[in-house]
């Protein structure tokens, strides 16, 4: 069993982190291992920026958004260097094994620290929901429901002006976000990295809602499919139809996690430990038809995961 762990959020941040730092430390505490909390992502471990943390310092944090440990961008991790540094500071302190929260990026960090020794288990965490070897990742689940009210609002002014809206969503490399957004709200147009759009379509279909005299338009599009900005003044060019943009940018991250994702998180944060104290590969616990379940993270980090295209399908006709 190992004594000493650590725990770390890398990356941008998703609702649920905090949750999920608090079901590290408390299920590691009740195997009497000792914790420490890295701050600042992997910055913080190449600064050795690490402190002790008890049942008392993660009170009161499950119905926080953000993350208590901060977070933090690090192009230093990337270089030899500053893996090296990072290593040395684990092994300084006696760190046995590191739970690492966070997305894609993070994961990659933590198969670096696994293939130096280090015993990892990766906790998917990420509102973008791109993280192959899990159904959801923590924080989806609330990003999805503020981009839902924030459409259901939109359309409400959209009608009272009978405009097109262009919503743009985050999604870098997957639609996830923005499909089921889309869906939930009853959007008339989605545009996602995973299926190829002809702009010509789209403004198509705009004209066809006006010819119905239709009340709005509302179009969701991921930010990796297309800038929200540039479709919109190409769709009003074309079409001659007032066309309004809303990035929602960063209101997406933040907020109190939804009671999914904070059972989810607890459940992921708890089957992290419980992998830690007996695993001997790096892994990382995910969710798979309700249960928690590991995949290699060697597999987690070289596979993306991918929307499901009858979801898109089924968004087209509803739409009609």
């Excluded at 509102?127 to 839902?148: K, Q």
């Excluded at 994702?261 to 790096?282: M, N, Q």
């Excluded at 995949?295 to 995961?305: A, I, M």
Aim: with cysteine; aromatic share 4%.
């Amino acid at each position: 069993m190992r004594k000493r762990i650590a725990v770390v959020t890398s990356g941008g941040d998703a609702p649920g982190m905090n949750a999920a730092i608090r079901a590290v430390v408390r299920i590691a505490l009740s195997k009497g291992m000792e914790v420490y909390g890295i701050r600042r992502g992997y910055l913080g471990m190449i600064r050795a920026d690490f402190i002790p943390l008890d049942s008392a310092s993660v009170g009161g944090i499950i119905e926080e958004g953000g993350t208590i440990l901060r977070t933090a961008r690090s192009p230093e991790f990337m270089t030899p260097e500053g893996q090296r540094a990072a290593i040395e500071n684990l092994r300084r302190i006696g760190i046995e094994g590191v739970v690492v929260i966070g997305g894609d990026g993070s994961m990659r960090g933590a198969l670096v620290l696994a293939r130096s020794g280090i015993s990892v288990v990766g906790v998917p965490a990420t509102i973008d929901n791109d993280i192959f070897g899990t159904d959801m990742s923590i924080g989806a689940d609330t990003a999805l429901n503020t981009v839902v009210e924030a459409i259901d609002r939109i359309r409400d002014t959209a009608s009272a002006h009978e405009r097109t809206f262009v919503v743009e969503t985050m999604g870098r490399n997957c639609g996830w976000l923005a499909l089921e957004s889309a869906l939930a709200t009853g959007a008339d147009v989605v545009i996602i990295p995973e299926v190829p759009f002809q702009l010509e379509e789209v403004c198509r279909i705009v004209q066809r809602r006006q010819r119905e005299r239709k009340a709005h338009t509302i179009i969701v599009v991921a930010e990796g499919a297309g800038r929200a900005v540039k479709i919109g003044e190409e769709i009003q060019k074309c079409t001659g139809v007032e066309t309004r943009i809303t990035v929602l940018g960063h209101l997406q991250r933040g907020g109190a996690p939804t009671a999914f994702d904070r059972i989810l998180a607890s459940r992921l944060g708890a089957g992290a430990v419980e992998v830690l104290t007996h695993a001997t590969e790096p892994l990382m616990v995910g969710l798979h038809c309700g249960e928690v379940v590991t995949h290699s993270l060697e597999e987690v980090v070289s596979k993306q995961r991918r929307v499901d295209l009858r979801l898109y399908q089924l968004e087209g006709i509803f739409s009609i």
